[in-house]
């Protein structure tokens, strides 16, 4: 069964300092791929999707991440972390082929000021 | 506008009693998933409805799970004989078109928990 993995459970970073979240799955066909944001106290959003062509892709608040297709990953990343970007991040796979949504089971960051 | 809301946003229940979960979503939004988040994990794939489609029940874990969408809009989860181990936060989204073409929105959750 497909499955997402996100290895770090809590990440702490003080302000300034680069940011890189790890996912990776476990599915073999052709997948779309999402990074989830859930600030404390509010709904999960949508951080960035990757659906096809450029490998890297842009997000909001200057994330980023690169699909890398032979390491099953899509790697979270920011240059330089704020306070503001304290909250849980949540990696999900969607294969191409049916609705079954997977998530990963989240990394928590806090960023120290 | 208003976005997705879910109700109840807690819920107690005692084991072996039925629940009802409900999702208003975003109007116009023709897509709505239900989702489990579990202490500690991630978010599991419960059911999935796209505008008039039959439902992709795929992902109920047993026959005590059901759902239904009335006229494409709220949709209403329904545990029966709840067990403790069904104590979770249950999410709603909504979607314009079938992810991954739109993005989905999530409301708040209502957390269940079985005693």
């Known amino acids: 069964a497909q499955s997402v993995s996100q290895h770090n459970h809590h990440v702490i970073l003080s302000e300034a300092a680069s940011l890189e979240l790890g996912c990776n799955y476990s599915?073999?066909?052709?997948?779309?791929l999402f990074w989830y944001v859930q600030y404390p106290g509010q709904h999960l959003q949508l951080l960035l999707k990757y659906f096809s062509g450029d490998p890297l892709v842009k997000g909001i608040k200057g994330f980023e991440a690169e699909f890398i297709k032979s390491k099953f990953s899509f790697n979270l990343r920011k240059p330089s972390v704020q306070w503001s970007d304290t909250a849980e991040y949540f990696c999900?796979?969607?294969?191409?082929?049916?609705?079954?949504?997977?998530f990963g089971a989240g990394t928590r960051l806090t960023v120290k000021p | 506008g208003a976005g997705v809301s879910q109700s109840p946003s807690n819920k107690v229940t005692e084991k072996g009693k039925d629940v009802e979960l409900r999702c208003d979503p975003i109007?116009?939004?023709?897509?709505l998933y239900w989702y489990r988040q579990s202490l500690g994990q991630g978010l599991e794939f419960l059911i999935y409805f796209q505008g008039n489609s039959a439902p992709d029940k795929s992902g109920l874990p047993s026959d005590r799970f059901s759902a239904e969408r009335t006229g494409g809009s709220v949709s209403t989860l329904t545990i029966q004989r709840t067990q403790q181990e069904d104590s979770a936060v249950y999410l709603c989204?909504?979607?314009?078109?079938?992810?991954?073409?739109?993005?989905?929105?999530f409301g708040p959750g209502t957390r269940l928990t079985v005693t």
């Open positions: 109007s116009g939004h023709t897509a």
């Open positions: 989204a909504s979607s314009l078109l079938a992810p991954p073409l739109a993005e989905q929105y």
């Open positions: 599915y073999g066909g052709t997948v779309n």
């Open positions: 999900a796979v969607k294969p191409h082929n049916n609705n079954d949504m997977r």
